[in-house]
């Protein structure tokens, strides 16, 4: 059974930097694609950073310069890099995992089966 597990979440105030990590268990193969996302109260769910097998990664706008991922294919596990955090960073984040795709795209046509249960980031003013 995959099991996702993050941890790394906590409070910083406002310019801070944390660490997230993502770690996969009872994987058997590799993911084609590794993804954070997060959510905050009354808020959809937003993409924030992908890393697919060969080590290509994408960001979302609002945390493009900021943010930064990568991924260790030989051990299927996920980090973020988060600098230069604002208030609007809160949220819960979670990590989710992929070993299917459509297209070309191995995180843009990703199908995110596996999910974490997620950590919480708190930023304050």
């Known amino acids: 059974q995959v099991q996702l597990v993050e941890s790394g979440g906590g409070s910083v105030q406002a310019g801070g930097s944390l660490r997230l990590s993502c770690a996969a268990s009872g994987v058997t193969y590799r993911f084609n694609c590794m993804a954070w996302f997060r959510q905050a109260p009354g808020k959809m769910r937003e993409k924030l950073a992908s890393a697919d097998d060969n080590g290509r990664t994408s960001y979302a706008d609002s945390v493009e310069g900021r943010f930064t991922t990568s991924q260790d294919n030989t051990k299927n596990t996920l980090s973020l890099q988060m600098n230069s955090l604002k208030p609007e960073d809160t949220a819960m984040y979670y990590c989710?995992?992929?070993?299917?795709?459509?297209?070309?795209?191995?995180?843009?046509?990703?199908?995110?089966?596996?999910w974490g249960q997620g950590t919480q980031v708190t930023v304050s003013s």
């Open positions: 989710a995992a992929s070993r299917q795709f459509y297209g070309g795209n191995r995180c843009g046509g990703a199908v995110f089966e596996y």
